[in-house]
């Protein structure tokens, strides 16, 4: 069967004439603006604090006045080599930015030879399309002033949620190259008659052979992600075609397109855009039904609106882990703007003190939230976490109970909203709390790894999670999970599920009983041997052989699922402290938990009779 794909003939001249994209990009953003209130295009927004101002004949720097409003648009590119300084025909360029010795130079004339192509062509789709200002962030942010750099996350939700719209530069991995050159293949269009039920004025169409519709590059990194979600409108130059995607549609210029509001409607749970217009969030909702004068937080219950919060924001982040950083300590600083406005979220709902942030990690979801593992869990096929690595060499971003110290997609069950990661499991109990004197907070230093620690040279060396908890010594079987006859919890779910716990998993064993023994690498494991097996771990990252630690502390987060643990000691003090390692799943009750914990079943565990104490995790 051979696929057509095609777009009318009057959306533009054969492609692809540079006439015919810009027709067909004025189409898109016209019908959206007459069609789409979600989208609430062509409304003067609030400006951001600096803009290329394109519309005269020399581009300069401007900066605006607080309150004033206009229509503007915004770049999201991929720099390439952090640094901004490229080799091009074998000698070194820096890319023109804004520094403090450069701003009353760009303020009176940015010399546009001096653009990095990216920022060149972005400047002429934005005058092509007929707009005055830009915002480009190499042009808008000063660069070597870190109060400026620190402010800056806080402003990219409005800097992007306000553009009236957004050039990706889907197709170019450095910002050197551009992304309009060269010009998209024709695929050997032809123009063909047509006619359509709800176009009787159409007559003719082009067609052409299908193209794929991947966006390129920037997919793949990290703050492109944030800016696209926050985008309201965004025009995709991507790898083989043009597509134009707003809160309502995704559409091709193959003539394919997706309803995705669906899918988009992340936004609604609390998030605003600049403005006090627009549709009611699920905070606004809940205010109304409640009446005037009741606090939002009443008005629905807690653990509802807290699964609403948290599902995209596990939906989010597990895609966000999967992502690229040129500097492998960026990963902070490209989800910071999406963390201030879940903030915003929690506070309004909550009142304020309800935001507590540590780290990638929620305090109102604790301690699900520790529960996160490698998406391994799930697909046989995908690799372990890794360490980043920069220059050779392993870097610290984040602490080890938190997803975002290592590098790989991370797995969340996101059906309860909660941090809660096993397969098929509802919410157990939790089995530890925080060992602050309060009851209630997590961190010590709750503003120790807030939003706003974005540079690696800001991390704190160590942060610290202190949690009050039973703890227990475990060992690694000689047998393997492909041996155990006993497919409890975990592998009830289903097939493929099953072969990632045979690939991926190990078995532990209580560390004070007799050592379970193999005669043969195929042996099977009887039944009898089966319940000396107290849980089962898969390990965060992947061990050389004979490299896996063999024995290791496990510690309950609920009733059934906990994490890992390797104890360390403070080389200050003395004292003992704990890495995370991975995850595990309780199997056998009798044998992981002390005599009469357990006895009768896992939502009997009587949790007051295990002791507990002050965990020190880093």
């Known amino acids: 069967m051979l696929e057509l794909r095609g777009r009318n003939a009057k959306e533009g001249a054969p492609p692809h004439n540079r006439e015919s994209v810009v027709t067909i990009t004025k189409n898109w953003v016209h019908r959206c603006d007459e069609n789409h209130e979600r989208c609430r295009g062509n409304e003067p927004r609030p400006l951001p604090m600096r803009l290329v101002d394109i519309g005269g004949p020399k581009l300069r720097l401007i900066e605006s006045k607080p309150g004033q409003r206009g229509l503007y648009v915004a770049l999201s590119y991929s720099w390439g080599d952090s640094s901004g300084v490229h080799n091009q025909g074998g000698t070194k360029y820096s890319m023109l930015q804004l520094r403090e010795k450069t701003r009353s130079t760009l303020l009176r004339e940015i010399n546009h030879s001096k653009l990095s192509k990216a920022h060149q062509h972005g400047i002429h789709v934005a005058r092509e399309l007929g707009y005055r200002y830009i915002w480009i962030d190499a042009l808008c942010i000063i660069q070597d002033n870190q109060d400026d750099w620190k402010e800056q996350p806080k402003f990219v939700p409005e800097i992007y949620g306000g553009a009236d719209l957004t050039i990706v530069a889907g197709r170019s991995d450095d910002s050197r190259r551009g992304f309009l050159e060269p010009m998209y293949e024709s695929s050997h269009c032809a123009q063909v008659p047509y006619r359509s039920i709800e176009r009787p004025d159409l007559k003719t169409c082009w067609i052409g052979l299908p193209r794929h519709r991947r966006t390129g590059p920037t997919s793949d990194r990290g703050s492109c992600y944030q800016e696209a979600l926050m ?41 605003q855009n600049s403005d006090d217009k627009g549709d009611k969030t699920l905070a606004e909702s809940a205010e109304i039904m409640a009446g005037r004068g009741t606090p939002i937080h009443k008005a629905y219950k807690p653990e509802a609106l807290t699964r609403r919060l948290l599902s995209p924001w596990y939906r989010i982040t597990s895609e ?48 699900g939230a520790l529960l996160w593992r490698s998406r391994r869990i799930v697909d046989p096929d995908l690799p372990a976490l890794q360490y980043p690595i920069q220059n050779g060499v392993a870097v610290y971003r984040a602490p080890s109970w938190s997803w975002m110290a290592l590098k790989g997609p991370v797995y969340h069950n996101i059906g309860e909203g909660r ?143 906990g994490l890992l643990l390797e104890q360390t000691v403070d080389p200050k003090d003395g004292s003992v402290l704990f890495r995370r390692l991975g995850v595990f799943l309780v199997e056998g009750l009798g044998t992981f938990y002390p005599k009469g914990v357990a006895p009768q079943g896992r939502d009997a565990v009587r949790v007051e009779l295990l002791p507990s104490e002050t965990i020190v995790l880093i």
């Open 231 to 271: 985008s309201r409108r965004m025009i995709i130059y991507g790898e083989q075609q043009l597509s134009f995607r707003c809160r309502e549609r995704h559409d091709f210029e193959d003539g394919h397109f997706e309803f995705v509001g669906a899918s988009n409607d992340w936004f609604h749970l609390g998030f």
């Open 320 to 367: 966000y882990s999967c992502l690229s950083f040129f500097d492998p300590t960026d990963n902070h600083a490209a989800l910071s703007g999406l963390v201030f406005q879940f903030q915003k979220a929690f506070d309004k709902r909550f009142g304020p003190g309800s935001s507590g942030y540590m780290a990638g990690l929620w305090e109102r979801d604790m301690p």
């Open 419 to 561: 941090g809660l990661s096993g397969v098929q499991l509802p919410w157990r109990t939790p089995r530890l709390r925080p060992a602050n004197p309060d009851g209630r907070t997590w961190c010590p230093d709750p503003n120790g790894w807030g939003p706003l620690v974005i540079h690696g040279k800001d991390f704190p060396t160590e942060f610290r999670l202190e949690v009050k908890a039973w703890i227990r010594k475990v060992r690694v079987s000689q047998f393997q999970t492909k041996d155990y006859p006993d497919w409890d919890p975990w592998f009830r779910a289903y097939e493929k599920c099953k072969q990632s716990m045979n690939k991926h998993t190990i078995l532990l064993e209580a560390e004070e009983n007799k050592p379970l023994k193999t005669k043969s690498q195929d042996q099977k494991m009887d039944r009898e041997a089966s319940w000396e097996i107290a849980a089962i771990g898969l390990f965060d990252l992947k061990y050389g052989a004979g490299c896996a630690p063999s024995t290791m502390y496990v510690m309950c987060v609920t009733s059934d699922e």
